[in-house]
């Protein structure tokens, strides 16, 4: 099993170009979940999905949207991107809520200029 | 919305020694759930502990034990006979039991001296 990917690892973005971050797990899980890392912030819940077809707002949804059409993927999509947004991204999945262990993928370094 | 607060940015540990990480968290809720979560240079978040606030018996992993004072909303993580592999972030974590929604404290980096 490979577990959660995350694709890509690096991008540089301008200011006001839109991307989207791929994260995909092969683990059958229902939840899935977006993090940004900043120093000193800890990681931050960006949006979440309790399933596949459905997503919720987490602590700083601004600026971000996101789609969980198969279950397997949760994409992370940037419309107007900003040197905010400069950050490290994770992708997270658990098989429920609960105590249940969540596994991250690998991060996503974007920088925004 | 709940928060998680951790208050040691750096801690530094003698090899062998025991160390204990701070957390303090604020909720309303009366059941959730707490994690201690590790992250190394490699950047990997790897899952110490966990513990759901209706027990009252504290959670132990090998070395690794937590002090859940759930009045004081209070949950440390204390490692016994610290390894230089043990040297990394550790990160507190709150899930809500309503909505699954998960918060993150700032993290404590954690130095082992050999």
């Known amino acids: 099993n490979a577990g959660v990917t995350q694709t890509p690892k690096f991008r540089v973005l301008k200011t006001g170009q839109s991307m989207t971050l791929l994260c995909a797990q092969d683990m059958n899980h229902e939840y899935m979940y977006w993090y940004r890392q900043d120093p000193g912030m800890g990681l931050r819940l960006i949006h979440y999905s309790v399933g596949e077809g459905t997503t919720a707002k987490g602590e700083v949804p601004d600026g971000y949207n996101v789609s969980r059409l198969k279950k397997q993927n949760f994409l992370l999509g940037l419309e107007s991107a900003a040197p905010s947004q400069t950050s490290v991204y994770f992708c997270?999945?658990?098989?429920?809520?609960?105590?249940?262990?969540?596994?991250f993928g690998p991060g996503t370094r974007l920088t925004v200029t | 919305a709940q928060t998680v607060t951790q208050s040691q940015p750096e801690m530094s540990v003698q090899e062998a020694e025991t160390v204990t990480l701070s957390c303090t968290y604020d909720t309303s809720e009366s059941d959730y759930y707490l994690f201690w979560y590790k992250q190394p240079p490699s950047r990997q978040m790897i899952l110490v502990i966990r513990?759901?606030?209706?027990?009252?018996q504290n959670a132990t992993e090998n070395r690794f034990s937590v002090n859940f004072q759930k009045a004081a909303k209070s949950f440390s993580l204390k490692i016994s006979d610290s390894q230089l592999g043990d040297a990394a972030m550790y990160f507190c974590a709150y899930r809500s039991v309503n909505n699954n929604d998960m918060r993150f404290g700032a993290g404590t980096r954690l130095t082992v001296k050999p």
């Open positions: 997270a999945s658990t098989e429920r809520g609960g105590l249940y262990e969540q596994y």
């Open positions: 513990q759901e606030a209706y027990k009252q």
